[in-house]
């Protein structure tokens, strides 16, 4: 079952539309601001670092880009050392009338997550460096459980490769009682890699965390999305992860670029009508959206589950 219908304008967003000099456009957060979407795309530059792009919409698919970059990595103290190779991967989170924006940081220390915030998308602050190294993809959740912000992340190490953790925190700035909640899963389509993808989605049965999975071939590693959902009260409980992918690459701007055979998200935005709109980076090279009916997606998580675990 066709689970995601694909925009007809894909791709919606390419280096063509961005009047500075870049290669891709792709990896974007995507989030609502008064009667606008805002998305914060991830480019790289033609050194193969990676500077983070702003674009407006009114409708969610037709998007104008402003005319200059909205972060680049910083020069100013401990920021300045940890960007030095790039800003990458942007998630947005609307919570306490501020837009959260947790990205990956890369340097010659390794890549962890620093954390933005803006009012008004015409100025951004960063406020802290949340992780140590090798932790890519954090997501927050856009409300606290029992008086604590809670994040999905995916550190690595070797005898727990690339998994979902959760952690909380009092203030957004010290993180603790993490704890390791999803795995990938053998000879499946998440068997090497998987890791959060949009930032959670409350839904009556759960929160719907719509994440991507990596599979080893022959032909290098290919990324799909998927879903799971997390009980309401403790999002540590895991209560279905959906068996098949939702989304694979197939058009041919999905199945060749920067990367080939790549689709992944940073972003989705419910709307009012019971559907969401998904966007995914294509290829690392392009943006595209699609539709999906928030329901189907909880359906599968419930219906056609794969252990948690693995
Ligand atoms: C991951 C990240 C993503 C990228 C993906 C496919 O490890 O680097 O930013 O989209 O690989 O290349």
């Known amino acids: 079952m066709t689970?995601?219908?694909?925009?007809?304008?894909?791709?919606?967003?390419?280096?063509?539309?961005?009047?500075?000099?870049?290669?891709t456009v792709h990896n974007a957060g995507v989030t609502k601001f008064g009667n606008e979407y805002i998305m914060l795309f991830r480019s790289h530059k033609h050194n193969g670092r990676s500077i983070l792009g702003l674009a407006r919409s009114k409708d969610g698919f037709h998007f104008t880009v402003e005319d200059r970059p909205f972060m680049e990595p910083s020069n100013e103290g401990e920021f300045a050392e940890y960007e030095a190779y790039g800003v990458e991967d942007p998630r947005i989170t609307f919570i306490d009338g501020e837009y959260l924006i947790t990205y990956s940081a890369y340097s010659k220390h390794g890549v962890r997550i620093g954390l933005a915030k803006t009012k008004n998308w015409e100025t951004v602050e960063r406020t802290a460096l949340i992780t140590e190294a090798d932790y890519r993809n954090v997501v927050l959740f856009p409300e606290k459980f029992d008086g604590l912000y809670a994040r999905l992340d995916r550190p690595h190490s070797e005898i727990s490769p690339w998994s979902v953790w959760i952690s909380y925190s009092p203030d957004l700035c010290y993180w603790g009682?993490?704890?390791?909640?999803?795995?990938?899963?053998?000879?499946?389509?998440?068997?090497?890699?998987?890791?959060?993808?949009?930032?959670?989605?409350?839904t009556e049965r759960g929160w719907l965390n719509i994440y991507h999975g990596v599979f080893?071939?022959?032909?290098?590693?290919?990324?799909?999305?998927?879903?799971?959902?997390?009980?309401?009260?403790?999002?540590?409980?895991?209560?279905?992860v959906g068996d098949d992918w939702i989304l694979q690459p197939e058009d041919p701007w999905e199945i060749s670029g920067y990367v080939h055979n790549v689709v992944f998200t940073c972003g989705a935005v419910p709307e009012d009508d019971g559907t969401v709109k998904l966007y995914w980076g294509a290829a690392d090279t392009v943006m595209c959206a699609g539709t999906a009916k928030i329901d189907d997606l909880v359906n599968l998580c419930l219906n056609n589950a794969r252990d948690p675990m693995g």
Not at 16 to 21: A, I, L, S
Not at 181 to 190: G, L
Request: hydrophobic share 35%; aromatic share 6%; proline share 11%.
């Open 3 to 23: 689970l995601v219908r694909r925009y007809k304008g894909n791709p919606i967003l390419t280096k063509e539309d961005v009047p500075y000099e870049v290669a």
């Open 216 to 240: 080893p071939t022959m032909d290098g590693s290919v990324y799909r999305l998927g879903v799971a959902l997390h009980d309401l009260k403790d999002p540590s409980k895991i209560i279905g």
């Open 177 to 202: 009682d993490s704890k390791l909640i999803m795995k990938p899963v053998t000879y499946h389509w998440d068997e090497m890699k998987i890791g959060p993808g949009a930032p959670p989605i409350k």
